[in-house]
């Protein structure tokens, strides 16, 4: 397994540490708002004075180019964290957060609060600096794929990567979990969503791999190609 893949194992504890499950003795602890679909969590430019974790739906984080382009940089689920650049002094926001689903339960930490429970357990922020090399790792290989490869080594590179991170062996197939559409993977990687479809539907013609609405199933991982 990547050292990438060991640090995602090793931070995934950090949101049931941060945000526990939503009880009524601890609801005077966290505050949790919530979302519908196409629902700005934040904008390009607010002042960046909190930290978000997914305690329910998807999020998208994107930028938008002077032509008005929307480009994905991460499409996250339940669990994950965001808005974490504001630990790194950024002062006002570079992209844009949109809930993807109905019913998306976000749990904010004001950036003050999450600074002072660092300061007291190096044990989390330990957690926090490896979290945050993650991203940092993630979003290179996205830069990668984007100039270096083509398109069916692009999706490819990206199944690979997603059986890496969040992959469940099973026998000796690889079982991915993902609520992600096509068009989610063309816009992490790039492409139109009929290239991915149709590149999707030759490995599944080849036998490489079998997917529907919510998994995707690599038959062999070293062999995808």
């Given at each position: 397994?990547?050292p990438?893949?060991?640090?995602?194992?090793?931070?995934?504890?950090?949101?049931k540490?941060?945000c526990?499950?939503?009880?009524?003795?601890?609801?005077?602890?966290?505050?949790?708002?919530n979302?519908?679909?196409?629902?700005?969590?934040?904008?390009e430019?607010?002042?960046?004075?909190?930290?978000?974790?997914?305690?329910?739906?998807?999020?998208?984080i994107?930028?938008?180019t002077?032509?008005?382009?929307?480009?994905?940089k991460?499409?996250?689920?339940?669990?994950?964290i965001?808005?974490?650049?504001?630990?790194?002094?950024?002062?006002?926001?570079?992209?844009?957060?949109?809930?993807?689903d109905?019913?998306?339960?976000?749990?904010?930490?004001?950036?003050?609060?999450?600074?002072?429970?660092?300061?007291?357990?190096?044990?989390?922020?330990f957690?926090?600096?490896?979290?945050?090399g993650?991203?940092?790792?993630?979003?290179q290989?996205?830069?990668?794929?984007?100039?270096?490869?083509?398109t069916?080594?692009?999706?490819?590179?990206?199944l690979?990567?997603?059986?890496?991170?969040k992959?469940?062996?099973?026998?000796?197939?690889?079982?991915i979990?993902?609520?992600l559409?096509?068009g989610?993977?063309?816009?992490?990687?790039?492409?139109?969503?009929?290239?991915?479809?149709?590149?999707?539907?030759?490995?599944?013609?080849?036998?490489?791999i079998?997917f529907d609405r919510?998994?995707?199933?690599?038959r062999?991982?070293?062999?995808?190609?």
């Amino acid at each position: 397994m990547k050292p990438a893949a060991l640090w995602y194992l090793e931070s995934i504890n950090l949101y049931k540490l941060l945000c526990p499950v939503k009880l009524q003795a601890d609801m005077g602890q966290h505050t949790y708002l919530n979302y519908k679909k196409n629902d700005y969590i934040y904008f390009e430019s607010q002042d960046a004075d909190s930290i978000f974790f997914v305690a329910k739906g998807r999020v998208k984080i994107f930028y938008r180019t002077p032509h008005k382009e929307e480009v994905v940089k991460s499409i996250l689920s339940s669990g994950e964290i965001f808005g974490e650049l504001a630990l790194a002094e950024e002062k006002t926001r570079s992209d844009f957060a949109q809930a993807m689903d109905n019913d998306t339960l976000i749990c904010v930490w004001k950036l003050a609060d999450l600074k002072n429970l660092l300061l007291e357990d190096k044990e989390l922020s330990f957690k926090v600096v490896k979290l945050m090399g993650l991203k940092l790792f993630k979003m290179q290989r996205k830069v990668d794929l984007l100039i270096f490869k083509d398109t069916r080594t692009r999706v490819v590179e990206f199944l690979k990567d997603a059986a890496e991170w969040k992959g469940k062996k099973v026998g000796a197939e690889m079982l991915i979990m993902t609520p992600l559409t096509h068009g989610d993977i063309a816009k992490l990687i790039g492409l139109s969503r009929q290239s991915v479809s149709t590149i999707l539907n030759d490995l599944k013609a080849e036998n490489q791999i079998y997917f529907d609405r919510r998994r995707i199933l690599i038959r062999n991982l070293p062999t995808l190609a």
